[in-house]
């Protein structure tokens, strides 16, 4: 479970929209919500400026220190609040090493591209340097007030490689699920791979669509059995797990098609990378997360794979 949970806020209604589905999470985990805004102070140097640079500075700590009395009495949660002076994103992530935070929670862009280019880019730089999982939500257009009795998730959906540093999300899915009575899915995409030709035969004495056929036989049950292994520890846990290996030429439609017709409202994903815009090219992660319409739990694992090729059509 999270024992402190950070919002970071930039004094939009868009980035507030974060705050139900926070308190939520820290009424069932007992945990803290630390409230946060940065304030980046302006680039002149002209002592003119300083007046109008202090009094923004007022105005962003009255701001959350308002948010912050605010979700303490409607939401039901004990609450902190900071306003930093710097980098957004150096700030935050210092901020979530000092309180020792477990979970960033923040809204940001959806399928359209950034909603906020505030948002956008410091939920961008947190996935790379805060070394947290982040909750990203989709934002509602229609502006709203905080939902305090934000409803938490239901069905989580964790697609994973077959590696160790995919596996890693998974301490903060199942915090989640937990804290919400979600189940989880374990899903693991096997690429297939087209044949070169029809009509070659392998040193081993098969035809290439023989060979093929094995080949993929052989990669799914070794999928299966690590998936079972993974979907053990999960049972462990107290929490309902299923698992699935499919056979497909693209990972990230198959993924985002299985969340569609599994009624899955969150998808958790190691993002294997610095941050979702220097992902390598052709990214799984990167595409589920500008394809659904659903939030996702992004977290850079502590021990970066090994560099390898992306998977062809991702």
């Known amino acids: 479970m999270f024992s402190k949970v950070l919002v970071p806020l930039d004094g939009s209604s868009l980035a507030e929209q974060a705050l139900g589905p926070a308190a939520a999470i820290a009424r069932t985990s007992g945990a803290t919500v630390d409230v946060v805004s940065v304030h980046e102070p302006m680039i002149f140097d002209a002592s003119q400026y300083e ?16 948010v912050a009395a605010e979700l303490s009495s409607r939401g039901g949660v004990s609450t ?9 994103v150096e700030c935050i992530a210092g901020r979530v090493r000092e309180i020792g935070a477990g979970l960033i ?19 961008d730089g947190l996935i790379g340097s805060a070394r947290v999982p982040v909750l990203l939500l989709r934002p509602s257009d229609a502006a ?19 590696s160790a540093a995919s596996e890693e999300v998974l301490s903060a899915a199942l915090a ?7 189940r989880i899915s374990l ?10 030709s029809a009509h070659s035969v392998t040193p081993f004495g098969y035809s290439a669509p023989a ?10 049950t070794a999928a299966a059995q690590q998936l079972d292994r993974v979907a053990a520890r999960v049972r462990d846990e107290g929490t309902a797990v299923d698992a699935d290996v499919v056979i497909e030429m693209s990972v990230a439609p198959t993924i985002l098609e299985f969340a569609r017709t599994h009624e899955v409202d969150l998808i958790a994903m190691s993002t294997h990378g610095g941050g979702m815009s220097r992902l390598l090219v052709g990214s799984v992660a990167d595409k589920v997360l500008r394809g659904s319409d659903l939030p996702l ?3 850079r694992p502590m021990t970066e794979p090994e560099p390898s090729m992306p998977a062809a059509g991702g």
Not at 106 to 114: A, D, I, V
Not at 147 to 156: K, R
Request: glycine content about 8%; overall charge positive; cysteine-free.
């Open 176 to 182: 989640l699920a937990k804290s919400s009575g979600a």
């Open 297 to 299: 739990l992004a977290y």
């Open 105 to 123: 929670v923040m809204t940001s862009h959806g399928r359209t591209g950034l909603s906020r280019m505030w948002l956008g880019s410091v939920a």
């Open 80 to 88: 902190t609040h900071a306003t930093l002076k710097g980098d957004a």
């Open 144 to 162: 709203q007030q905080p939902a305090f009795a934000h409803q938490l998730f239901n069905h989580v959906l964790v697609p994973l490689d077959g």
């Open 51 to 66: 007046p109008l640079d202090r009094s923004v500075w007022d105005e962003t700590r009255r701001y959350v220190e308002g």
């Open 187 to 196: 899903l693991r995409v096997v690429q297939l791979l087209p044949l070169v």
């Open 211 to 220: 060979f093929h056929d094995l080949a993929i036989a052989a990669m799914k």
